[in-house]
Protein backbone atom coordinates (compact mmCIF):
# COMPACT_ATOMS: atom_id res chain seq x y z
CA UNK A 1 0.00 0.00 0.00
CA UNK A 2 1.45 3.37 -0.95
CA UNK A 3 1.94 6.05 1.84
CA UNK A 4 -0.52 9.25 1.91
CA UNK A 5 2.11 11.80 2.34
CA UNK A 6 -0.13 13.36 4.37
CA UNK A 7 -0.62 14.05 8.10
CA UNK A 8 -4.28 14.69 9.56
CA UNK A 9 -4.17 17.79 11.67
CA UNK A 10 -7.09 19.95 13.47
CA UNK A 11 -5.75 23.56 12.98
CA UNK A 12 -6.87 26.12 15.01
CA UNK A 13 -7.29 29.74 13.35
CA UNK A 14 -10.31 31.04 15.92
CA UNK A 15 -9.23 34.63 15.83
CA UNK A 16 -6.05 34.60 13.53
CA UNK A 17 -5.89 35.77 9.81
CA UNK A 18 -5.42 33.52 7.33
CA UNK A 19 -4.37 34.83 3.80
CA UNK A 20 -6.99 34.38 1.06
CA UNK A 21 -5.85 34.98 -2.74
CA UNK A 22 -8.67 35.23 -4.99
CA UNK A 23 -12.04 36.74 -6.31
CA UNK A 24 -15.32 34.94 -7.97
CA UNK A 25 -16.60 31.94 -6.48
CA UNK A 26 -13.46 30.09 -5.73
CA UNK A 27 -12.35 33.32 -3.56
CA UNK A 28 -15.57 33.14 -2.08
CA UNK A 29 -15.73 29.88 -0.95
CA UNK A 30 -12.27 29.85 0.94
CA UNK A 31 -13.15 32.81 2.25
CA UNK A 32 -16.24 31.25 3.93
CA UNK A 33 -14.11 28.38 4.54
CA UNK A 34 -12.24 30.38 6.93
CA UNK A 35 -14.70 32.46 8.38
CA UNK A 36 -16.94 29.13 9.52
CA UNK A 37 -13.77 28.23 11.44
CA UNK A 38 -13.63 31.48 13.04
CA UNK A 39 -10.68 32.99 11.39
CA UNK A 40 -10.28 36.24 9.29
CA UNK A 41 -9.57 36.40 5.94
CA UNK A 42 -6.98 38.88 4.79
CA UNK A 43 -4.76 40.16 2.03
CA UNK A 44 -1.40 39.63 0.82
CA UNK A 45 -0.38 42.56 2.62
CA UNK A 46 -0.93 40.95 6.10
CA UNK A 47 0.52 37.90 5.42
CA UNK A 48 3.02 38.86 7.95
CA UNK A 49 0.42 38.51 10.99
CA UNK A 50 -0.42 34.67 9.15
CA UNK A 51 0.44 31.25 8.97
CA UNK A 52 -1.79 29.79 6.59
CA UNK A 53 -2.95 31.12 2.97
CA UNK A 54 -5.05 29.86 0.42
CA UNK A 55 -4.88 30.83 -3.51
CA UNK A 56 -7.74 31.03 -5.62
CA UNK A 57 -6.52 31.81 -8.76
CA UNK A 58 -7.65 31.05 -12.61
CA UNK A 59 -4.26 31.83 -14.00
CA UNK A 60 -1.79 28.95 -13.72
CA UNK A 61 1.25 31.38 -13.63
CA UNK A 62 -0.21 33.60 -11.51
CA UNK A 63 -0.94 30.91 -8.68
CA UNK A 64 2.58 29.68 -8.84
CA UNK A 65 3.84 33.13 -8.51
CA UNK A 66 2.14 33.53 -5.26
CA UNK A 67 2.15 30.27 -4.14
CA UNK A 68 6.05 30.49 -3.98
CA UNK A 69 5.85 34.29 -2.40
CA UNK A 70 3.65 33.56 0.54
CA UNK A 71 5.77 30.22 1.04
CA UNK A 72 9.20 32.22 0.96
CA UNK A 73 6.95 34.49 3.60
CA UNK A 74 6.60 31.50 5.79
CA UNK A 75 3.22 30.64 5.51
CA UNK A 76 2.15 27.21 4.68
CA UNK A 77 0.06 27.44 1.17
CA UNK A 78 -3.44 25.97 -0.47
CA UNK A 79 -3.89 26.17 -4.01
CA UNK A 80 -7.56 25.81 -5.16
CA UNK A 81 -7.81 22.68 -8.26
CA UNK A 82 -3.70 22.11 -7.41
CA UNK A 83 -2.69 19.43 -5.46
CA UNK A 84 1.37 19.44 -6.47
CA UNK A 85 1.47 22.85 -4.91
CA UNK A 86 -0.22 22.59 -1.66
CA UNK A 87 1.29 22.49 1.56
CA UNK A 88 -1.71 20.98 2.77
CA UNK A 89 -5.49 19.74 1.50
CA UNK A 90 -8.89 20.95 2.33
CA UNK A 91 -11.07 18.04 3.93
CA UNK A 92 -14.64 17.70 2.71
CA UNK A 93 -16.17 18.08 6.56
CA UNK A 94 -18.98 17.09 8.26
CA UNK A 95 -20.08 19.02 11.06
CA UNK A 96 -21.81 18.12 14.36
CA UNK A 97 -19.77 20.72 16.55
CA UNK A 98 -17.95 20.38 18.38
CA UNK A 99 -17.64 17.09 16.52
CA UNK A 100 -15.82 17.28 12.88
CA UNK A 101 -15.02 14.28 10.74
CA UNK A 102 -12.75 15.23 8.10
CA UNK A 103 -13.10 13.35 4.71
CA UNK A 104 -9.79 13.31 2.07
CA UNK A 105 -8.40 11.94 -0.62
CA UNK A 106 -5.07 13.84 -0.27
CA UNK A 107 -5.99 16.17 -3.29
CA UNK A 108 -7.08 13.10 -5.57
CA UNK A 109 -10.44 13.89 -5.83
CA UNK A 110 -12.42 15.92 -3.68
CA UNK A 111 -15.94 15.00 -5.51
CA UNK A 112 -15.41 11.67 -4.17
CA UNK A 113 -14.69 13.02 -0.45
CA UNK A 114 -18.05 14.57 -0.65
CA UNK A 115 -19.90 11.67 -1.37
CA UNK A 116 -18.36 9.84 1.47
CA UNK A 117 -19.44 12.72 3.43
CA UNK A 118 -22.63 12.92 2.29
CA UNK A 119 -23.33 8.87 3.07
CA UNK A 120 -22.02 9.59 6.51
CA UNK A 121 -24.69 12.48 6.85
CA UNK A 122 -27.39 9.79 6.96
CA UNK A 123 -25.25 7.35 9.79
CA UNK A 124 -24.06 10.20 12.19
CA UNK A 125 -27.13 11.33 14.44
CA UNK A 126 -27.29 15.29 15.23
CA UNK A 127 -26.68 14.55 19.04
CA UNK A 128 -22.73 13.81 18.57
CA UNK A 129 -22.18 17.18 18.99
CA UNK A 130 -24.19 17.39 22.44
CA UNK A 131 -23.03 13.79 24.04
CA UNK A 132 -19.22 15.68 23.04
CA UNK A 133 -20.30 18.92 24.85
CA UNK A 134 -21.73 16.67 27.65
CA UNK A 135 -18.36 14.80 27.93
CA UNK A 136 -16.37 17.84 28.21
CA UNK A 137 -17.87 19.45 30.80
CA UNK A 138 -17.87 15.99 33.05
CA UNK A 139 -14.56 15.49 31.79
CA UNK A 140 -13.00 16.32 35.60
CA UNK A 141 -15.54 14.51 36.97
CA UNK A 142 -13.99 11.26 35.03
CA UNK A 143 -10.73 12.10 35.61
CA UNK A 144 -11.56 11.60 39.66
CA UNK A 145 -14.09 8.46 39.05
CA UNK A 146 -11.22 6.78 37.10
CA UNK A 147 -7.63 8.23 38.40
CA UNK A 148 -5.92 6.12 36.33
CA UNK A 149 -5.78 6.77 32.37
CA UNK A 150 -5.63 3.27 30.99
CA UNK A 151 -8.57 2.34 33.50
CA UNK A 152 -10.28 5.51 32.00
CA UNK A 153 -10.01 4.69 28.51
CA UNK A 154 -11.40 1.14 28.82
CA UNK A 155 -14.50 2.31 31.10
CA UNK A 156 -14.76 4.76 27.95
CA UNK A 157 -14.41 1.93 25.62
CA UNK A 158 -17.28 0.13 27.08
CA UNK A 159 -19.68 2.54 27.68
CA UNK A 160 -19.12 3.61 23.68
CA UNK A 161 -19.46 0.16 22.57
CA UNK A 162 -22.09 -0.51 20.12
CA UNK A 163 -25.27 -0.95 22.40
CA UNK A 164 -23.52 0.44 25.16
CA UNK A 165 -25.20 3.24 27.84
CA UNK A 166 -22.96 6.11 25.38
CA UNK A 167 -23.44 4.83 22.09
CA UNK A 168 -22.56 7.45 19.57
CA UNK A 169 -25.01 6.59 17.37
CA UNK A 170 -28.01 6.50 20.13
CA UNK A 171 -29.78 9.59 20.05
CA UNK A 172 -30.30 9.64 23.73
CA UNK A 173 -26.67 8.87 25.02
CA UNK A 174 -26.29 12.01 26.33
CA UNK A 175 -29.63 11.38 28.52
CA UNK A 176 -27.19 8.76 30.64
CA UNK A 177 -23.61 10.23 30.96
CA UNK A 178 -24.71 10.97 34.50
CA UNK A 179 -26.22 7.99 35.23
CA UNK A 180 -22.92 6.22 33.95
CA UNK A 181 -20.85 8.14 35.76
CA UNK A 182 -22.14 7.71 38.99
CA UNK A 183 -22.69 3.58 38.27
CA UNK A 184 -20.54 0.77 39.79
CA UNK A 185 -19.56 -0.88 36.88
CA UNK A 186 -16.21 0.32 36.88
CA UNK A 187 -14.05 -1.12 33.68
CA UNK A 188 -12.16 -4.23 34.35
CA UNK A 189 -8.91 -5.22 32.35
CA UNK A 190 -9.99 -7.94 29.32
CA UNK A 191 -8.73 -11.21 29.05
CA UNK A 192 -6.37 -11.24 25.81
CA UNK A 193 -8.39 -11.36 22.90
CA UNK A 194 -7.14 -13.58 20.01
CA UNK A 195 -7.58 -12.46 15.97
CA UNK A 196 -6.72 -15.05 13.47
CA UNK A 197 -6.36 -13.59 9.66
CA UNK A 198 -7.95 -15.76 7.00
CA UNK A 199 -5.49 -13.03 4.67
CA UNK A 200 -3.74 -10.00 5.04
CA UNK A 201 -6.30 -7.42 3.30
CA UNK A 202 -7.29 -5.28 5.95
CA UNK A 203 -10.96 -5.02 4.42
CA UNK A 204 -11.97 -8.18 5.69
CA UNK A 205 -11.89 -7.76 9.40
CA UNK A 206 -14.78 -8.61 11.05
CA UNK A 207 -16.29 -5.72 12.86
CA UNK A 208 -15.65 -7.45 15.70
CA UNK A 209 -11.69 -7.50 15.07
CA UNK A 210 -11.93 -3.95 13.46
CA UNK A 211 -13.47 -3.00 17.18
CA UNK A 212 -11.21 -4.98 18.96
CA UNK A 213 -7.99 -3.43 17.51
CA UNK A 214 -9.10 0.46 17.89
CA UNK A 215 -9.63 -0.44 21.59
CA UNK A 216 -6.58 -2.39 22.25
CA UNK A 217 -3.95 -0.87 24.76
CA UNK A 218 -1.58 -4.09 23.61
CA UNK A 219 -1.06 -5.45 20.23
CA UNK A 220 1.11 -9.12 20.59
CA UNK A 221 1.33 -10.26 16.31
CA UNK A 222 3.16 -12.85 14.82
CA UNK A 223 6.23 -11.32 13.14
CA UNK A 224 4.81 -11.28 9.29
CA UNK A 225 1.51 -9.44 10.19
CA UNK A 226 1.47 -6.84 7.73
CA UNK A 227 1.61 -2.62 8.27
CA UNK A 228 -1.76 -2.80 6.39
CA UNK A 229 -3.44 -4.23 9.88
CA UNK A 230 -1.50 -3.29 12.21
CA UNK A 231 -2.10 0.75 11.41
CA UNK A 232 -5.85 -0.66 12.25
CA UNK A 233 -4.94 -0.40 15.78
CA UNK A 234 -4.80 2.78 17.91
CA UNK A 235 -1.53 4.72 17.44
CA UNK A 236 -0.41 4.82 21.07
CA UNK A 237 -0.94 1.10 21.38
CA UNK A 238 2.04 -1.00 22.59
CA UNK A 239 3.13 -2.93 19.78
CA UNK A 240 5.34 -6.73 20.41
CA UNK A 241 6.23 -9.29 18.17
CA UNK A 242 5.07 -13.12 19.65
CA UNK A 243 6.00 -14.74 21.56
CA UNK A 244 5.43 -12.71 24.33
CA UNK A 245 3.41 -12.93 27.54
CA UNK A 246 0.02 -11.56 27.50
CA UNK A 247 -0.08 -11.60 31.51
CA UNK A 248 2.93 -9.24 31.37
CA UNK A 249 0.95 -6.68 30.07
CA UNK A 250 -1.89 -4.65 31.56
CA UNK A 251 -5.13 -3.44 29.62
CA UNK A 252 -6.94 -4.96 27.15
CA UNK A 253 -4.56 -7.15 25.22
CA UNK A 254 -5.01 -8.61 21.45
CA UNK A 255 -3.15 -11.27 19.80
CA UNK A 256 -3.11 -11.02 15.92
CA UNK A 257 -2.03 -14.56 14.56
CA UNK A 258 -2.80 -16.87 11.18
CA UNK A 259 -5.77 -19.21 11.10
Known amino acids: MAEIGSLPLFHRIDGK ?9 MGEAKRRLVERAGGIPCSEAEAHH ?3 AFVALEDDR ?6 QKLRALGLLVNVADRPDLCDFTTPSILDRE ?7 TSGASAGLAKHIRLRLEQVLPQSLGTLAGKLRDVREAMRARWP ?10 AGMAEGGPLDPLDAGSTARVDHWLSGNDDAEASEPAVIRLQNDDPEDLTLRQARLLGM ?6 AAD ?3 AILNRARADALRRELPQDADAYEGLVVIIERA
Open 17 to 25: RVVVIGEGA
Open 50 to 52: AAL
Open 62 to 67: ASRAAC
Open 98 to 104: PVLVAIS
Open 148 to 157: DADNRRRAVD
Open 216 to 221: ADVVLH
Open 225 to 227: IPP
